[in-house]
């Protein structure tokens, strides 16, 4: 058994973890794609317990409770959808994601709140070309402080980028394209990672609504250098919520 703390930085909502990096975390210790559920808010500043179960999925526990799971699966996209940096930064200037009106502007990842260097500060927008439905896109430099040993940006931070555009898609209705303002929440989480950039690589995020059922909305995301490869791949699902459940008061 293993222990991991996640450090308070990398909230989502504010006493919690930011579901991408906690999924990112867990997934380290599991080859290849990773499907990893999350069960209950992921504590900030607390050590958590990962271990094996004899089927050989992953938990991830705060004591007793079940924070997390985790298992191995193979992703594959319903599309690929790709833009190049400049038509992501372009989408950026209609994100979603307005400081005034920012849902949790401290998260560690789509934060308006947030310095730079500090979060990851992506800010997913419409693309804002004819397509049959929404795509959103941003662009991404990862900052030197998100190497890992081997000098690449450590996994965790690909499916945290892979995360908050995902949500923002959930609030695209997939049919109408319409844009609601529903509060979510990350409840699965599923990447694969291809190739990990370098921290100074510019790199385009493109995301995009796939359905909806009842509470659930599902969506998926690609990560590429800006020469089009294929870094990384993921499908979500945001569970829609109270806001005081979002902001862990529910």
């Known amino acids: 058994m293993t222990g991991i703390i996640i450090d308070k930085r990398f ?30 808010p992921p504590p900030l500043d607390t050590p958590l317990a990962t271990s094996a179960t004899d089927d050989g999925t992953w938990e991830l526990r705060d004591g007793a409770k079940l924070v997390a799971t985790g298992r191995a699966v193979n992703i594959e996209l319903t599309r690929l959808e790709t833009a190049s940096f400049e038509e ?12 005034h009106e920012h849902p949790l502007p401290t998260c560690f990842v789509c934060g308006t709140a947030r310095a730079e260097g500090d979060g990851l500060r992506i800010f997913a927008g ?4 004819p397509t049959k439905s929404p795509v959103l896109a941003a662009s991404w430099v990862p900052d030197p402080n998100l190497a890992a040993d081997d000098g690449l ?18 609030n695209c209705d997939p ?3 319409a844009i ?3 509060p979510l929440l ?4 599923s990447a694969r990672i291809e190739t990990r950039p370098h921290p100074g690589d510019r790199c385009i995020i493109t995301a995009w609504p796939t359905g909806r059922d009842g509470r659930k909305r599902m969506a998926e995301a690609a990560l590429h250098d800006e020469g ?3 870094l990384a791949a993921a499908k979500t699902t945001w569970i829609a919520v109270e806001r005081e459940v979002q902001l862990g008061r529910g």
């Open 11 to 40: 909230c989502g909502p504010p006493n919690s973890g930011n579901g991408g990096y906690v999924c990112g975390r867990l997934a380290q210790h599991i080859p290849g794609g990773a499907e990893v559920t999350l069960r209950a």
């Open 180 to 182: 609601d303002r529903t």
């Open 88 to 99: 992501a930064c372009a989408a950026e200037s209609r994100t979603l994601a307005k400081p």
């Open 153 to 170: 940006v450590a996994p965790e931070f690909l499916w945290s980028a892979l995360d908050c555009p995902t949500g923002f898609a959930c």
């Open 175 to 177: 049919q109408s394209s």
């Open 126 to 129: 419409p693309l804002g070309r």
């Open 186 to 189: 990350l409840g699965r989480m």
């Open 228 to 230: 089009g490869r294929l």
